[in-house]
């Protein structure tokens, strides 16, 4: 009777070093702030809301542009960072952003897209120099992705103009 626990340990030596960069890089990946996501596809937008809070970000979550209205009024704190669809039926993720913007100081966007970039310009939804992330994407990238914008790092412009 009993259990028996059998410990592997890598055949090479472990440094300082290395224990302080995987340290860093763990820190870059989660996050206390603030995110609204609103995006009209409930699957798309409850697995964007699990990793964020697997991530320890607190979420408000929203299915359109109404909804993401009365949450923004019943939440009390700050909101660090809008996590948009691109193309919504009710007002897109710009118009969203820029409404949104003057009510909630600093605020930054990241703008989500499944579409190309050839339908996106199209639509005339998005402007030189926006941060944006192709659906589907990893959790990896997700996480690089919000945490470079909340700490204030600039994307390369995209060729979207108006």
Do not use: W
Not at 101 to 126: C, E, M, N, R, W
Request: aromatic share 6%.
């Amino acid at each position: 009777m009993g259990t028996t626990f059998k410990m592997y340990l890598p055949g090479e030596e472990v440094t300082a070093q290395d224990l302080a960069e995987e340290a860093k890089e763990a820190e870059t990946k989660y996050g206390t702030e603030t995110v609204l996501v609103v995006e009209d596809e409930e699957a798309v937008r409850e697995l964007i809301c699990r990793i964020l809070e697997k991530h320890g970000f607190t979420v408000i979550s929203s299915g359109s542009a109404q909804e993401c209205s009365r949450a923004v009024e019943q939440h009390k704190g700050q909101i660090h960072l809008l996590l948009t669809d691109v193309i919504m039926p009710e007002m897109n993720g710009k118009q969203l952003y820029e409404n949104l913007a003057p009510i909630l100081p600093g605020l930054k966007v990241i703008f989500i897209s499944g579409y190309t970039q050839d339908v996106i310009a199209k639509h005339g939804d998005l402007i030189h120099g926006i941060n944006l992330i192709s659906n589907p994407f990893t959790v990896k990238e997700l996480m690089e992705k919000v945490r470079s914008v909340l700490d204030g790092q600039k994307d390369l412009p995209i060729t979207f103009l108006m």
